[in-house]
């Protein structure tokens, strides 16, 4: 019997007689991390990382009924052995990896290759199988450092300040926010950040990470000169709503790995786009499958099949897990790339 397979409520582990981010509530569920695709509300019993209890709690309710272990720590239940290891995707962020009869298996969640000060950083587990996402897995998507985007975001925003404008960045509250708010050049001008966005804030740096001071944008007047020379984090949500009004004269942004593609910055409508991404590109798949040497291969959301057909073309045994991911906050900007979109 396989150690983990899929049923209506989610990834079951039939051994352990509990669920892996099942998207129906069940009693027993194992977080990788809190984005609403992968953390919903009603489940009985909750397991995750400890480094992700701030954000859970702050998403799904201070009272939910939470266990957590550290990272690599061990807990054995039904004979089946598991433990978190970091997945470096946001914050509290873990792969599960389960060892029973011999067999390891490893569910990656949500993941990223390189660090970003923001999280702990992706760690190959060794296992025969690994149940792996797919958000980007078309060879097209090949990310650049983050250094250089947010070279490219601090050029946008001086280039915004010399011309009198704000700067409205938009960009996922959970996540993403934070790891912009973590690399830019906060010397630039003033931060204000989303209703949406300032809380989670407040969660990071209880957890320890640096961010800049923010200024909530609820609080600032039309009229305030620093709106000239803000900086402005926002939820793509708040694109084309009367909240916007605020800022006057400005210049609006998405940073998304969507960017990639010519047409998606096209359709938000916004001045730039920069490609950034809290999940791994295709590179970053193939060596994150290839670390961890496993002979078996499960794929879920994105683009399964590209990627099981190339997994086997490598003489692995790779097949396609059917699951209900990819609702979260960056597949929400998704769209099926046309022939004309698809970069040369």
């Known amino acids: 019997m396989d150690l983990v397979i899929a049923r209506p409520e989610g990834l079951y582990c039939p051994a352990g007689d509990f669920y892996i981010d099942p998207w ?30 701030g954000i859970l709690r702050s998403r799904l309710g201070q009272d939910i009924n939470l266990q957590t272990l550290a990272y690599g720590q061990r807990l054995t239940h039904h004979g089946v052995t598991l433990s978190f290891h970091p997945a470096g ?8 990896r389960l060892e029973y009869g011999g067999e390891v298996w490893v569910a ?29 897995g078309l060879p097209i998507y090949r990310w650049q450092p983050q250094a250089q985007v947010f070279s490219e975001i601090n050029e946008w925003w001086k280039g915004n300040i010399a011309a009198g404008k704000a700067s409205v960045l938009f960009c996922y509250s959970f996540g ?15 931060i204000l950040s989303h209703g949406a966005v300032e809380p989670l804030n407040r969660v990071y740096r209880d957890a320890g990470v640096y961010l800049p001071p923010t200024i909530y944008a609820g609080d600032v007047k039309k009229s305030d000169p620093i709106m000239r020379q803000a900086l402005v984090i926002a939820p793509p949500s708040a694109g084309g709503s009367t909240w916007m009004r605020r800022f006057g004269d400005f210049s609006d942004a998405f940073a998304s790995g969507w960017m990639r593609l010519r047409g998606t910055r096209r359709r938000r409508g916004v001045d730039r786009g920069f490609v950034l991404s809290d999940h791994a590109d295709w590179p970053g798949l193939l060596w ?6 496993a002979e078996r291969v499960m794929v879920t959301h994105g683009s399964i099949g590209v990627l099981v057909r190339h997994l086997r073309e490598q003489g692995l ?5 059917n699951t209900e991911y990819g609702d979260d906050e960056e597949d929400s900007a998704a769209a099926t790339p046309t022939i004309a979109e698809i970069p040369a």
């Open 24 to 53: 129906r509530p069940v009693e027993r569920s194992v977080i990788t991390h809190a984005h609403g695709d992968h953390a919903r509300t009603g489940n009985q019993h909750y397991l995750a990382s400890s480094a992700s209890e």
């Open 89 to 96: 995707h946001v914050l509290g962020s873990a792969q599960v």
């Open 108 to 136: 990656s969640g949500d993941y990223k290759i390189e660090p970003d000060g923001t999280c702990a950083p992706f760690e190959p587990v060794r296992c025969h199988t690994f149940i792996t996402e797919s958000t980007f």
């Open 176 to 190: 993403k926010a934070q790891r912009i708010l973590h690399g830019i050049d906060e010397s630039l001008g003033p």
């Open 288 to 293: 994150a499958i290839d670390q961890t040497g």
């Open 317 to 321: 045994d790779a097949q396609g897990f």
